[in-house]
């Protein structure tokens, strides 16, 4: 990674790829945070270094970079998700940090809210690091044509994750633990928003 001047959300994603990131309290996180953009070669403002500790120290996250993902994913607008997952790409630096993405957020995405499956399919046409990580996504609880269509995806990748589950394994795969729900259902009910009649995503609860 060289020189590049960060946003907030790539600061934040480039801190959650790391190793093991530290939990930061407000009083040090800045200092804390402007060391490791300036390992890592990230040029950032003080803007953002201030709004990063912000997000990380609001809510429940209480400083831990890994709560607050788990609270981006379960609490955030889709495209918000999808928005963080690009910024997590961009920074990452090898095949452990794309695994992580892929676990961490675009798992997520494709389980609860599949019916945004077409902007990774649009992505994956241009961005071959993007379908690369893709590999890495598992099943969770994706409906059955979601699961299959991004199983086509990862059949086309000739040198896929190491931790992609095997083609073999299909429209089956998983299947026994999911509800009829879930297999059928691309978007979960059960989650914070939802598509009304004209396909906007609206808030639910």
């Not at 270094?49 to 607050?68: I, R």
């Not at 259902?185 to 609206?202: I, L, M, Q, V």
């Amino acid at each position: 990674m060289t020189d590049v001047t960060a946003t907030v959300e790539q600061l934040l994603a480039a801190y959650w790829l790391q190793d093991d990131p530290k939990i930061l309290d407000e009083r040090r996180g800045i200092e804390c945070l402007r060391q490791f953009a300036e390992g890592k070669r990230l040029l950032v403002f003080d803007a953002v270094l201030q709004q990063a500790v912000h997000h990380l120290n609001s809510g429940l996250a209480k400083g831990d970079v890994g709560q607050w993902i788990v609270l981006v994913c379960f609490w955030g607008h889709p495209h918000a998700i999808w928005d963080f997952m690009l910024d997590a790409l961009s920074v990452a630096e090898n095949d452990e940090h794309l695994v992580k993405i892929a676990t961490g957020l675009a798992e997520h995405i494709l389980a609860h809210y599949g019916s945004m499956m077409p902007h990774f399919e649009a992505r994956a046409r241009t961005d071959c690091r993007f379908k690369r990580m893709l590999t890495g996504v598992w099943r969770h609880r994706m409906s059955d044509d979601v699961w299959m269509r991004l199983r086509a995806m990862q059949a086309e990748v000739p040198d896929p994750l190491s931790t992609m589950i095997p083609l073999e394994h299909g429209v089956e795969y998983m299947a026994h633990s999911l509800s009829r729900e879930d297999r059928v259902n691309e978007d979960k009910s059960r989650c914070r928003y939802r598509r009304d009649a004209e396909g906007n995503w609206r808030k639910v609860r």
